[in-house]
């Protein structure tokens, strides 16, 4: 692919010097149609309408040059208003492979700028697992239109892909594979390839199949390279290698690439029947955008988000968090309300507060980022999930003793009240432990629910460390100090 | 590689069944153990020794098998004393590749169980740039005696990736690629890959040099396969390929390779000679580690920390976020200090200042995430970061709006003082504005300062939207209600 198009570029900097370059002849358009509606007549418009087809011919061909991918990065930089003049000017036979590499939210602003005979024809390009990728996005008429123009293998591949939620191996894997008897020698199978003269991309072996698809072995293009030609394909394939079912959970298959270093594999049904393949720059994009994901709804946003999206779909999209933030935040404030009469007698109480349920918070979210990746690595089992809490309720103990003491100290100073530093540094022992407690046991718990752990985790946990931090700190207060 | 071990699983599931496996052979040991120490005699120290010597012929041989990824999978899982014996049971000649694959945490504990002439005896088993992966962990004098023992290409390889930080290419790439000249036919080039025998792995190209390792072009195994043998590889090979250079970004070269959904690039000096190669896999490894470090790094962890380190360790790694943490929540405090009488004429502000702070700081983490994302993926520039901050102050305006009203008749009701509500509300819409604002400046600033935007923002955002929290809170009351 990369070939056809201007030399890919080894870094950012060059890629952001084509976003620049567009952004100089977007900028430059927009400078003379503002000068020529303010002067106005006939020979501006003249003067407007050549210089707007050279400027248009310019940013046409530049893009023209840019591999998909750098097409993709551009759109995503740029606001609606000029992404949407920069997608007019791409090729309408290129729409469908750019469409692939730009984020959901991206996608969605281009393609409700497209009527469904464009959508139609961009997704004519594409494979079948490609336009399984888009069809989320796309109106349901459109993908309707299209299983009836495919054929019945390609309609049959397209449903089947369309029925794995994202997180499968069937929702990953394509049909770029190429298959081979093993009863041939090597000499007739260099042939073949040479007959069929293009290979797909991130190709690193092929498939050894008997009748029914049953496949038998796997043959890499390395051992066809480097082993002789008279010797069969029986001889030289490998019956030992990695396998996928469609139904396999994504993250796992992500990990077996990573670990045994794996460019593709091959994915077969339960009766062993070659399926499809999955290949590492799938695995790749997968791995990145969980990555991302996690982060994003670590920090409370429910989905992808536009960079530019307008201000209402930017609100709308952070309300779901916000309203859980407020509503653990409410519970946390009525702890206090509790102890309001403590505070009226005592108001260093409330500025003191928040330091307990601080430290509790961050200190509990050090042991949910490990626990979380544990889990994530599939090291954490029942056997040493005792362990585990005995470690951190040590962790707990020791940091409670060192951080209580020293809180303790700064309240006894500044409040010249040992009762006080005593109460705070007891407090502050004390939630360290419940923030340790918390820390283990809300993700273990949304595994064993089958929930995504890191999804909330922070929230549930910072709303128990504010509570109970508040709690234990006012209450031991009001017993020993009122 | 994977074709030497027991056929590798296809998930996570058979993974664990093998620790399961070793962990039952282990509690099995201990059993045998404890019962013949409880008994004494020396009849049972023959039981003992029998029934030990089956145990661990069963363990060597279970881990014999095992792909060195899956060894280090199960000794990432194990409790330190279990790890130390199931490390002894690994054969001496695989000590390298098993070191290779653990994390970096792990690693260190087990070269500390070894001995200069065990490193230097499994450091020799490794290609150079592998033994610069673990030279960071390698003491000193063990570095010293690989240098001297290697002959002098592999040195200065050594030596010069060795040189390289971890966050460039230089410390990614390998050495292992085959290269050929342009005036030969492919005819010659098969003839060539035949006699060598055997090719790296991930080699999906040979790099085509002139003399003095220039590089002149790059032929995919794929165009060798499919192409008349008797072309040359001049007119054969491709001329505009993705090239690195050693001291490029590695995260750049990883987006890259996203992007153009590289197998493998050539690395190039300044004069276009060819260094090394960068792979998917070393890509892929280095992708997940990131993103791991960054989640741990958001959380407070300072460094990678073993599930299984001990509490004293432990304890520190979590020490220097905590502490900037308690310095904040210090600042913090000394705020609400300022509102003490106000507090004790109105109790109610010490039970509601939370909401407005805690609002703030989820808001203002949800506007640094996606910065972070904006700058991770280089879609924010000069140009387009004004139009971000009015975006997200809209964003911002709009959500204190709402929010603030809900808060407001929260607080009014509650106490049944409209005022209370107003200056609620007012203080909510204005320190969601203070939020975007930290969550815009926070990591652009650290952008600016070359520094990592991820790695603390949400503690310093977070002291931000508490302090000014407070402030506008309690002032507002202060000058309103009071």
């Known amino acids: 692919m990369t070939e056809e198009f201007e030399a890919p570029h080894h870094n950012q ?8 370059q567009v952004q100089l002849l977007l900028a430059k358009q927009k400078l003379v149609e503002d ?3 303010r002067q106005g007549g006939p020979r501006q418009d003249l003067v407007e309408s050549i210089v707007h087809k ?3 011919a310019e940013l046409q061909k530049k893009l023209d040059e840019l591999h998909p991918a750098d097409v993709a990065y551009i759109l995503e930089s740029l606001p609606l208003n000029e992404r ?6 791409v090729k309408a036979e290129r729409d469908g492979e750019i469409l692939l590499e730009v984020s959901d939210a991206v996608r969605e602003s281009l393609i409700s700028s497209m009527d469904n005979a464009e959508l139609l024809a961009a997704a004519e390009t594409l494979d079948t697992d490609e336009i399984a990728d888009l069809a989320p996005d796309l109106p349901h008429d459109v993908i309707q239109e299209l299983l009836t123009s495919l054929d019945a293998q390609k309609r049959a591949r397209l449903q089947s892909a369309l029925a794995f939620p994202e997180d499968q191996v069937g929702a990953l894997m394509d049909f770029d594979m190429v298959t081979i008897r093993a009863d041939v020698t090597l000499e007739v199978a260099l042939r073949y390839l040479r007959r069929l003269g293009e290979l797909p991309d991130q190709l690193d072996k092929l498939f050894v ?15 066809l390279l480097t082993s002789d030609p008279e010797a069969t394909v029986a001889a030289i394939m ?28 091959p994915v077969i049904d339960t009766q062993n029947r070659l399926i ?3 290949t590492v720059d799938a695995v790749v994009d997968y791995i990145r955008k969980s990555a991302e994901s996690d982060m994003l709804s670590m920090a409370g946003l429910k989905e992808e988000e536009d960079l530019f999206s307008t201000v209402w779909k930017a609100a709308r999209n952070r309300w779901m968090w916000l309203a859980i933030n407020l509503m653990t935040a409410f519970i946390a404030s009525r702890v206090i309300g509790i102890f309001e009469g403590s505070i009226e007698k005592l108001a260093a109480l409330a500025a003191l ?8 918070g961050n200190s509990g979210n050090q042991t949910t980022a490990l626990i979380i990746r544990g889990l994530a690595l599939g090291q954490i089992t029942q056997s040493n999930a005792r362990r585990l809490l005995f470690k951190e309720l040590g962790v707990a103990v020791l940091n409670g003793i060192v951080w209580g003491l020293a809180v303790g100290v700064f309240a006894w100073l500044l409040y010249q009240n040992l009762a006080l530093g005593g109460v705070m540094a007891l407090a502050m022992l004390l939630n360290m432990i419940v923030a340790a407690l918390a820390g283990i046991l809300i993700p273990l718990t949304m595994e064993r629910m089958n929930r995504d752990p890191a999804l909330g985790s922070s929230v549930l946990l910072t709303a128990t460390t504010d509570s109970m931090g508040f709690f234990i700190f006012l209450g031991l207060a009001t017993v020993f100090l009122l």
């Open 13 to 20: 900097d060059s890629l952001e010097e084509h976003l620049h």
């Open 35 to 37: 000068l020529v509606h």
């Open 54 to 56: 050279q400027n248009i």
């Open 84 to 89: 949407l003049v920069v997608w007019d000017l």
């Open 209 to 223: 199949i008997e009748r029914d698809d049953h496949l038998i072995g796997v043959l890499p293009l390395k051992r």
């Open 238 to 265: 490998v019956e030992d290698y990695v396998s996928f079912h469609p139904d396999d959970d994504a993250h796992e298959a992500a990990q077996a690439f990573e670990r045994y270093d794996l460019v593709m594999a």
């Open 276 to 278: 499809g393949r999955l």
């Open 353 to 360: 507060m928040p330091i307990i349920a601080g430290i509790g």
